[in-house]
Each structure stands twice: as structure tokens, then as C-alpha cells.
């Protein structure tokens, strides 16, 4: 039998249905960060997770897909698949025996475009729209292509060390969520921070993009199967209770607090919860899938409030919610794996096997050295030459105008020219782009 005819029809439909979901998948992001922001921002918000869909799409092409998936040594992939030279409809039965190469490359394409623009919640609202897109690219080439390749390429050196990672747990979660708290430090907080109120400007769009993000979470954990079988649908099932079990969890928290349960609570403790099971969808049970929802809410909520009090300006928690709940469910995984969910993946502590613990301790830190220091690299090379900062009079009066010349909304607040704060600010204002500032703010909005 040849290569060619040992290609499913189901396995191919499948990847190729799940590679749109994930796209998807960025359309609820940007609808999902647009909401929680003010609404002179709320174009310039969604535009960083449009443009991902664009820059990173021709990015993966070119050489993003070759550093992280082309045989290589155990650090990096090499440039043999550089513009997908050799990638054709064959299969390569090191990543799936059963679907074409193209449909793998694609797929991993999907994952590559909204791991960066999970960043972009940790510094919106203040960030030169020019600067965040060379920032894209340079982040997705030297941090998450090597990290992909350590943990999902062929001799990848996590690979080989056995770390468990079914769909993006630290190649994906915690990667972006350091990023994400080392890019809030480094830019500093928003100029009218702690001094004009700052919550979410369109509820029902915040929940719009939770819905969506839900919706294509199908295709990010159970599409992380290439294929149409059992595992699929183990992740699939694992997915979604994860997510019901911390929506009610947030619910819980919310009313305990507050006495209200909240629609941006609940929307975030969906995301929490898809993070959280990420890593372990196709290697856990679904009770254990449910306590994997619970305990990353747990861990992300109280995060939140630390974060609030602080002086660190993480706009819409970025850190919280994928970065930690990322950890959490990469070390949950290495504590309810089973190989009576899949019987290729070794046993968790849970089922006797407590080394799996390291295994994926190893994981989390090298996802987040890689991140932390590529972030400060990056972000130190792209203020050198670009500028990172919107000006002083542009953040006041809304990205959306000074970087995109629109608005969200005719007559809205950048259209008035934001608030009296900002016109007081204007008039001060010495030209240029200012430097960071190295002290902190507080929560973007209330949970």
C-alpha cells in the first residue's frame, strides 16, 4: 500500500474541520478582548487578534512551520520545509500516518496564529499598533516555533523526556501568559490608570467571544487527535466538562464575594476552564476532567484579586487566566494521566507513576524561561526601533482613531475626544513617543 492511499477521508475532514474551529477560535478572542475594553479601544483591541490571522498566516508559511516541525536537532527544526517546500498531500507518519502533511501544517498553523495575540490582552490600550505587529512576528519565529518544536517536533527534547501536552497546554497557555505578564512590566500601566474609571464597554460581546472560544475549543483539544476516533472524542468530552465545571465554579466564587454572579465571571471562567484541560484532554478521564475545571478556577480567580491589588497593569488578566490556569492543568496532567483514557500516554501520579509530575514540572519551566527572556529581548529590540508606546495624547484619546483612523461606535468617546483627563493631558503633552514607565496599576475591570 502506498503512502497516498493510507490517507482517511474521516481523519482528513476532520483536522481540516477542526484547523477552521481554531481559526475561529481567534474571531471569539478578538470579539472576547474588544468587549472588555473601553470603547475608544475597541477596534485597535480586535485588530491585534485580526492582523495575527494575517501576519503569523504567511509567517507559518515561510519559515514557522519549518522551525517547528522540520527534522532538526532536539532544540530547533531545521529549513527543509522553509515556504512548505516537500509539504504536499502525502502524509509524514512522524505527526500522523493518516491525514496529508498540508492538512498537519495548516492545522498547526491555527495554533501558531492565536498563541500571540493572547498576549495582546496584557497591554492593550497603550501599545503603537506598528510596534505590536513586529512583535507578532518576531515572538512567533524565536519563541513559540523553538518551543513548539521541544515539546510536539520529532526529537523535540521535551518530546523525548515524555512531557504530556495534548493541545497547548505550555506551548500555547504558558507561553503567552508569561509573555503576556513580563510585556505588561515592560510596557508599564496605561496613562489615565487609577484615575478614570475603567471597565468593560460591551458585556454581550465579551460573552459572544466566550461562546466562540468554547465552540472552536472543540477543534483546539479534540482536533489535537489528527483524527476522526476515540481519543477525539475523549478530548472532546474532557473539553467541555472542564469548561461546564468552572463556569459553575466562577458562579460559586462570584456569589460567595459579591452576592452576584456575574456575565463576565462566567465567561471567564469558561476560558479558565478550556485552559486548564488543554494540556490533559486526551490523556485524563472526564471526573478528573471536571476537578481539572475546578482547581484552575480556583487558582486563576484568587489570582485575580491578588492582581488587583497590585501595582502591576495586566489589562484583562492574561497572566491569571492562561498563564497560570496553563500551569495548573500542564502539572494536573501529570496527576490524573491515565492510560485508561489513552493507552499510548504514561500514568500520572494519580495512577502510580509520581516521575510524570517532573516530567511536566521540567515543561512549565522551560515554557517559561523561553518566554520570559524572549519576551524582553524582543520587546528591548522593537522599542529601540520602533517605539513601543502610543504617544501620551493617543492613548487618551483612543487607539482607534490615532492608529486605525476609525471608530467602533459614530459619535463615541474617541470621537469626543476621551475624557476631561485626556484634554488636560494633550495640551501638556511634549512630542514623541514616551518611554515605559516602571510602576504598576491595578485591575482593568471588576470579575
Not at 481559526?23 to 480586535?46: D, E, P
Request: glycine share 12%; hydrophobic share 55%.
Amino acid at each position: 500500500m502506498t503512502q497516498t492511499a493510507a490517507i482517511s477521508a474521516g481523519d482528513t475532514a476532520w483536522v481540516l474541520a477542526s484547523s477552521a474551529l481554531v481559526l475561529l477560535m481567534t474571531v471569539g478572542l478578538a470579539c472576547f478582548y474588544s468587549g472588555l475594553v473601553r470603547s475608544k479601544n475597541s477596534l485597535n483591541t480586535m485588530m491585534m487578534s485580526i492582523v495575527a490571522m494575517g501576519a503569523i498566516g504567511v509567517q507559518w508559511v515561510l519559515l514557522g512551520y519549518s522551525l517547528a516541525f522540520a527534522p532538526g536537532s532536539g532544540w530547533l527544526g531545521g529549513l527543509a520545509w522553509v515556504a512548505l517546500r516537500g509539504v504536499g498531500a502525502e502524509p509524514n507518519p512522524a505527526y500522523a500516518a493518516t491525514i496529508p502533511q498540508q492538512a498537519h501544517a495548516v492545522y498547526q498553523a491555527m495554533f501558531a496564529v492565536i498563541t500571540p495575540a493572547l498576549i495582546s490582552g496584557a497591554i492593550v490600550e497603550r501599545m503603537r499598533f506598528r510596534a505590536y505587529l513586529a512583535f507578532l512576528v518576531l515572538w512567533s519565529t524565536l519563541v513559540y516555533a523553538p518551543l513548539a518544536h521541544w515539546v510536539w517536533g520529532a526529537g523535540g527534547w521535551l518530546q523525548k523526556m515524555g512531557a504530556l501536552d495534548f493541545a497547548g497546554g505550555t506551548v500555547v497557555h504558558v507561553s503567552a501568559g508569561v509573555s503576556a505578564l513580563v510585556a505588561a512590566w515592560f510596557l508599564g500601566p496605561r496613562r489615565d490608570y487609577r484615575r478614570v474609571p475603567i471597565s468593560p464597554h460591551n458585556v454581550p460581546l465579551v460573552l459572544i467571544g466566550a461562546g466562540l472560544l468554547w465552540f472552536g475549543w472543540f477543534g483546539f483539544n479534540a482536533g489535537s487527535a489528527l483524527a476522526a476516533n476515540g481519543l477525539a472524542a475523549q478530548a472532546f468530552v474532557n473539553t467541555n466538562a472542564a469548561a461546564a465545571a468552572a463556569v459553575l465554579t466562577w458562579a460559586v466564587l462570584d456569589s460567595t464575594r459579591t452576592g452576584k454572579i456575574t456575565a463576565v465571571g462566567a465567561a471567564t471562567g469558561a476560558v479558565v476552564g478550556l485552559v486548564g484541560i488543554t494540556p490533559a484532554a486526551g490523556y485524563v478521564t472526564a471526573p478528573a476532567s471536571l476537578a481539572i475545571g475546578v482547581i484552575c478556577v480556583l487558582i486563576s480567580y484568587f489570582a485575580m484579586q491578588r492582581r488587583s491589588r497590585s501595582r502591576l497593569d495586566d489589562s484583562l488578566d492574561v497572566f491569571s487566566c492562561h498563564g497560570l490556569a496553563g500551569m495548573a492543568g500542564a502539572l494536573l496532567t501529570g496527576v490524573f494521566a491515565t492510560k485508561l483514557a489513552n493507552p499510548g500516554a504514561a500514568n500520572g501520579l494519580f495512577y502510580g507513576n509520581p516521575g510524570q509530575m517532573l516530567v511536566q514540572l521540567y515543561a512549565v519551566l522551560a515554557a517559561v524561561i523561553i518566554a520570559a527572556v524572549g519576551t524582553v529581548v524582543i520587546l528591548a529590540i522593537v522599542r529601540a526601533t520602533l517605539g513601543t508606546r502610543a504617544r501620551i495624547a493617543d492613548e487618551m484619546l483612543g487607539l482607534d482613531l490615532s492608529e486605525h483612523g476609525e471608530e467602533a461606535y459614530f459619535g463615541g468617546e474617541a470621537a469626543l475626544g476621551g475624557s476631561a483627563l485626556a484634554q488636560s493631558v494633550i495640551v501638556a503633552e511634549d512630542p514623541g513617543p514616551p518611554e515605559p514607565e516602571r510602576r504598576g496599576g491595578g485591575a482593568a475591570k471588576k470579575r
